[in-house]
């Protein structure tokens, strides 16, 4: 963490940015880094029996215990996916983490791989602004000052958490667009708009609000990260699949 964040200091800006990355034909992940254990998905299942349970409280009696029934009445409203039964569940949110986990793992190895000479100015910018209502919102949330909750997160002040947490964004969002360009795959505003609707429909959001309305309301910063962060990375895990090598 330290080493990510005295190479994003070094690092300049400049109006487009500039990165250099080293060769990632073969991203090598250890299994380890990404399979997920039984404890951890009863975990989830247990969370979701007191999640549910809480929002029901004043309509239904407690479940007291999860069942294919429990699973297939609630399952659509908390996981965003029909599922029916207990081990259909259970094969579900290990994939998912599983999923999640690979792509935690690439993210890192191409970070470490990769080396900023010079950020965007105006993303970098952009970023900070979000880091800084970021750790704001969290103090507030804690009752602590700024400086205080950094410290406590292993920082050494609230600015030093904000210059990371804003190159940390940005790196990763030049890492993302190196390798699509580098792969020559083009991710369209028409098809991060499909991939948004998608979103809406997931949460309940197409109901009453369009995308044009929502990509107002949510605001440039927001859909900046949603661009990166979730429609073009889906782009670039899907171009990387065929170079990756799960290590045994």
Same mark, same amino acid.
């Given at each position: 963490?330290?080493?990510?964040? =005295? =190479?994003?200091?070094?690092a ?17 992940i ?5 399979e ?5 998905? =009863? ?17 239904? #009696? ?5 069942? &294919? ?29 599983e ?21 965007? #100015?105006?993303?970098?910018? =952009? ?6 209502? #970021? ?9 602590v ?15 030093e ?8 964004y ?35 959001? &197409? ?7 929502f ?20 782009l ?11 290590v045994?």
């Amino acid at each position: 963490m330290l080493l990510i964040f =005295m =190479m994003a200091a070094a690092a300049s800006a400049s109006e487009s940015g500039e990165l250099n990355i080293q060769d990632y034909s073969t991203i090598s992940i250890e299994a380890a880094d990404i399979e997920v254990s039984d404890e951890t998905v =009863m975990s989830y299942l247990d969370q979701m029996l007191a999640d549910i349970n809480e929002m029901t409280e004043d309509s239904a #009696e407690p479940a007291e215990e999860i069942s &294919d029934q429990f699973i297939a009445d609630h399952s659509l409203i908390y996981f965003g996916v029909q599922l029916d039964t207990v081990e259909e569940a259970k094969e579900y949110i290990k994939d998912t983490l599983e999923k999640n986990n690979l792509k935690d793992a690439v993210i890192t190895q191409l970070n470490e791989m990769s080396e900023v000479i010079s950020y965007p #100015e105006d993303i970098y910018s =952009m970023m900070k602004d979000y880091a800084a209502d #970021e750790i704001a919102y969290y103090a507030f949330q804690n009752d602590v000052d700024e400086d205080a909750l950094a410290i406590l997160s292993g920082y050494g002040s609230a600015e030093e958490y904000i210059e990371f947490q804003a190159g940390n964004y940005v790196k990763t969002s030049m890492i993302i667009n190196r390798v699509l360009s580098d792969l020559n795959i083009t991710a369209t505003e028409e098809d991060r708009d499909a991939a948004l609707e998608e979103y809406l429909e997931r949460l309940g959001y &197409d109901t009453y609000m369009t995308v044009d309305e929502f990509r107002e309301t949510a605001g440039e910063t927001w859909l900046f990260l949603f661009t990166e962060f979730q429609y073009k990375s889906g782009l670039m895990y899907d171009a990387l699949e065929s170079h990756i090598e799960i290590v045994r």
